[in-house]
């Protein structure tokens, strides 16, 4: 068997495009929706994510702001920028790159975003919001992910999920949208026993570990679909998952591919946030 591709490029394209309608008819009433990114220090990996961030925005007729402060910089200087560009009515999004240097207090600076504002959905407000059932933002790539799956059609009621990896920006948020949508969820992690026992009971494997080609294909059900959330780089420089694609896309049903999978779908979302932000403002203008 040979699984179907999950394209995330072309689904990308396809939500962009949306995206951009409608926020040219926001624009139409007088409201640009702008994002904020803020990056401190210089690593390589977050630079390339917040200029396609950035690039992302404006080519779908959104504002983007970008403040980059050197390694050193003081946490007071990020906090104050922070504290204007919550102030400020003409922003509707706040994303500050992680992950931030050793002397900064991530938490601390993820909660001084407004939580009107938390794109990223990281603010423990708009966590608690999720967790309930009731999302004011979706963190973006698990909302990325729920939309291949929708556009993938694959069946979620019931559904035996299993997630490898824990993280608060991915493992646990996309664990709490697939039980919403009544999957029966396990989550594994480092500390795990037998993880092929669990990812070959799965109907659905996601992957976001962050090793590359970790999940083969004798781990995997015949038939599943595979969401590979990984990002790496082979020793010859190569991107690559954390599934190893060859063998996983004899056995899968559905797979998405690194690159072309979930990394554009996570910046999309991120697009889709920010314009959502923006046209709650206008039904608040309207009230
Ligand atoms: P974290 O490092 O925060 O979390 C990794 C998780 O993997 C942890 O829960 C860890 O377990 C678990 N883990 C580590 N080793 C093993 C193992 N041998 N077996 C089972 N579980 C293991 O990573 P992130 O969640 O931030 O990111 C995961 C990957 O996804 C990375 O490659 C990252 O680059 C990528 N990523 C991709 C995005 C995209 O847009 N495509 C967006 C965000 C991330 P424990 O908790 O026990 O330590």
Same mark, same amino acid.
């Given at each position: 068997?040979?699984?179907?591709?999950?394209?995330?490029?072309? #689904?990308?394209?396809? !939500?962009?495009?949306?995206? +951009?309608?409608?926020?040219?008819?926001?624009?139409?009433?007088?409201?640009? $929706?702008?994002?904020?990114?803020? &990056?401190?220090?210089?690593?390589?990996?977050?630079?390339?994510? %917040?200029?396609?961030?950035?690039?992302?925005?404006?080519? +779908?007729?959104? &504002?983007?702001?970008?403040?980059?402060?050197?390694?050193?910089?003081?946490?007071?200087?990020?906090?104050?920028?922070?504290? =204007? &560009?919550?102030?400020?009515?003409?922003?509707?999004?706040? &994303?500050? /790159?992680? $992950?931030?240097?050793?002397?900064?207090?991530? =938490?601390? !600076?993820? =909660?001084?975003?407004?939580? @009107?504002?938390?794109?990223?959905?990281?603010?423990?407000?708009?966590?608690?919001?999720?967790?309930?059932?009731?999302?004011?933002?979706?963190?973006?790539?698990?909302?990325?992910?729920?939309?291949? #799956?929708?556009?993938?059609?694959? $069946? #979620?009621?019931?559904?035996?999920?299993?997630? %490898?990896?824990?993280?608060?920006?991915?493992?646990?948020?996309?664990?709490?949208? *697939? *039980?919403? /949508?009544?999957?029966?969820?396990?989550?594994?992690?480092? /500390?795990?026993?037998?993880?092929?026992?669990?990812?070959?009971?799965?109907?659905?494997?996601?992957?976001? !570990?962050?090793?590359?080609?970790?999940?083969?294909?004798?781990?995997?059900?015949?038939?599943?679909?595979?969401?590979?959330?990984?990002?790496?780089?082979?020793? @010859?420089?190569?991107?690559?998952?954390?599934?190893?694609? =060859?063998?996983?896309?004899? !056995? +899968?049903?559905?797979?998405?591919?690194?690159?072309?999978?979930?990394? $554009?779908?996570?910046?999309?979302?991120? #697009?889709?946030?920010?314009?959502?932000?923006?046209?709650?403002?206008?039904?608040?203008? +309207?009230?």
């Amino acid at each position: 068997m040979t699984a179907r591709i999950i394209d995330g490029n072309a #689904l990308s394209t396809e !939500v962009r495009g949306q995206l +951009a309608t409608r926020a040219a008819a926001l624009k139409e009433k007088g409201i640009t $929706p702008c994002l904020a990114v803020i &990056l401190v220090g210089e690593d390589p990996a977050s630079a390339v994510y %917040v200029r396609n961030k950035v690039a992302a925005c404006e080519k +779908a007729g959104m &504002l983007s702001l970008r403040d980059v402060y050197a390694p050193d910089i003081d946490p007071s200087v990020v906090f104050a920028r922070i504290a =204007e &560009l919550n102030a400020d009515p003409s922003v509707h999004g706040i &994303l500050v /790159q992680l $992950p931030l240097p050793k002397n900064f207090d991530a =938490e601390a !600076v993820l =909660e001084s975003i407004s939580p @009107e504002k938390d794109v990223d959905g990281f603010h423990a407000e708009n966590v608690g919001a999720l967790m309930q059932g009731n999302p004011r933002f979706i963190p973006c790539t698990p909302y990325g992910v729920m939309k291949m #799956l929708e556009s993938a059609n694959v $069946p #979620l009621k019931g559904a035996e999920v299993v997630i %490898v990896g824990r993280s608060n920006i991915v493992g646990k948020p996309m664990a709490m949208l *697939l *039980l919403a /949508q009544s999957c029966t969820v396990t989550i594994c992690h480092s /500390q795990s026993k037998d993880l092929a026992f669990h990812t070959r009971r799965a109907d659905i494997l996601v992957a976001a !570990v962050g090793r590359a080609k970790m999940i083969t294909g004798d781990m995997i059900k015949p038939g599943a679909t595979v969401i590979d959330v990984g990002i790496n780089r082979t020793p @010859e420089g190569k991107l690559c998952g954390d599934v190893d694609f =060859e063998s996983a896309k004899e !056995v +899968a049903g559905a797979i998405t591919p690194v690159p072309g999978g979930v990394g $554009p779908m996570t910046i999309t979302m991120l #697009l889709a946030n920010t314009l959502e932000a923006a046209e709650r403002t206008q039904t608040r203008c +309207a009230k």
